[in-house]
């Protein structure tokens, strides 16, 4: 298995269902909960990285690893 750092969001939500030992049949809706997850998390990281900001404002977070969704996640 590669690094988290090299691959993609999308590939490590795959991944993680894959650990999880999810059955075939449940694949699909586990990782739509772990996009909402996801989401989710995002969406509260930029909440308080506006609210940390002066300006009240906050650049959005990038998903630019798979690092950064297993942090998320």
Known sequence: MSNALGI???VMI???VDR???PQAASLGK???LRMDLMQALDE???EA???S?????APLALTSGAVVDRLI
């Open 31 to 33: 990782v739509a909960e």
């Open 45 to 47: 990281e930029q909440a």
């Open 50 to 52: 506006a609210q940390a």
């Open 8 to 10: 993609g969001p999308n």
């Open 54 to 58: 002066p300006t009240g404002e906050a």
């Open 14 to 16: 795959n991944r993680i």
């Open 20 to 22: 999880s030992g999810t």
